[in-house]
């Protein structure tokens, strides 16, 4: 009797597994309608395919060489701002004097470029980009091969501050615009191009203008496109395959000063705590802290990993992708070891700034702390300062909040016009990519003063990027290739195409494919 129980148990054992392995495979099987390919582009009659000149080289180098740098908010390089606005009239003056065309300056250095169509009923979008880099630090240009506002063409390659953020995007918009007004597309849906000055210290006085003039004109927009996350190559295990990451939301920001204030004193005779210490052991326990993963909630992250993974030639790889409900603690275990997917699926925090200590001799009474977080968007700024206040977990330690601003919205992705307009730029003419997937961008641009605009808020930058590549973002070493700058002015070209035909949407028919 207990044998045939135990042979009963083993069997529904069994097939239980059998039947979770069919479900698991049949999942990493499964087709997402998201991600598509396009059979034919109706009725438009495209401009031809734009190769890049020498002059839009030299344009690209001139506008590098020019260091509008934004130190901090309201602290930038105004001379060299000036500059490359002159820059812009005075090589893509015969664009700004088109008829359909009107260019505004707000406040002082930003641009605002619209583009008239004939149908007024028709929503404007809007194409964002930004004049202003980072710093490149001293320390860091001895490491660049060439000096960071050289410009210079090595190798197929243009390095530079601002390179790939955001100069090449910005140039490339203009290119584009210049290349369909030239071939004689009269738009029939009107667009902006954005081009803010202080994208780099959060876009207060830029882009937050130029939103609140479009807002008292009574403008909203159909949809926006701002930088973003690229065209990405093996991200993931077995997914050698391009695939076109689309941010529809980004994080949340939140700058915390962390301050201890205890006696000072002689270093020659040493107090048990010292305010060093204290901090020192409160951001240890910052560092060596996550906060929950938001894997299988429901979040953009999610569906990237999901319509990714089903890429992947590995079933080790696949499968758990595919069921997250199943595997989500091994897939934060393994994401978790790499900072960029890390920081994918949670909110993130980490020290930025340390001040302390003025003297060899002297044990200092104060010190603090800058900690930047990010905020998932399926998290609340609340919720994260609640964490890191309970992880310090010292009464000796102050914790105040310098600047906060929530995650974004979540914007909605297959279907909708402005996601479908981007998916169909990309197939149209240039290399396809295998997938379009919507993805969350873990940092921050203009696009987040545009939400009261529009809905549908969306971050890419048409360049190939792998996880290997460096000089991107900020990095030492930044530089754009002349064949992904080809690539970006076509992208913007198709957009504006697509975009502004007077199409109101794009049909889909069975199996995905977009047809218009």
Known sequence: MLGKLLWRC??????????????????????????????????????????????????????????????????????????FRDMLFRYYGHVFNHELVTVETVANYSLLIGVKGSDPTLKPFLMSAHIDVVPATDTETERWVVPP????????????RGAVDNKASLIAHLESLAHVLE?????????????????????????????????????????????GMPIVNDFLPGVTQPIAAVGVAEKGYIDFNISVSLKSGHSSTPPSSTAIGVLSRALDRLSSTSLPNQLNQGGPDTAFLTQSGRLSAYWT????LSNLWFFRPLVDFI???????????????????????????????HCSAVVNARVHPLQTVDEVVTSLERTVLDPRVSVSVLEARPPSAVSPDVGTFGFDCIEAALRVGTPAVTAVTPVLLTGATDSRNFEALTDNVYRFQPFTASPTDSGGFHGVNERISLKDFQFIVNFYMNLIQIASDGRTRIPRHSHGNIDL
């Open 335 to 365: 994401m978790s070891r790499a900072a960029v997917t890390n920081a994918l699926i949670r909110s993130t925090w980490v020290p930025t700034v340390v001040n302390c200590g003025t003297k060899y001799n002297v044990v200092p009474a």
């Open 317 to 320: 790889t696949r499968i758990p």
């Open 183 to 227: 071939c004689g597309v009269t738009p029939v849906r009107s667009f902006y191009l954005s081009f803010g000055h202080d994208e780099e210290v959060n876009g207060h006085e830029g882009a937050a203008a130029i939103a609140r003039l479009l807002d008292n004109r009574g403008i909203q927009l159909e949809f926006l496109l701002d930088e």
């Open 149 to 160: 506002f050289s410009g210079k063409l090595l190798n197929g390659y243009l390095y530079g």
């Open 10 to 83: 083993f069997a529904m054992v069994g097939i239980s597994f059998i039947v979770l392995l069919f479900i698991m495979i049949n999942r990493s099987l499964l087709v997402d309608e998201k991600s598509i390919e396009i059979k034919s582009l109706g009725n438009i009659t495209w401009c031809p395919k734009y190769n890049t000149s020498q002059r839009a080289i030299e344009i690209l180098q001139e506008a590098i060489s020019i260091e509008t740098i934004s130190w901090k908010p309201h602290v930038y390089n105004k001379d060299e701002m000036k500059a």
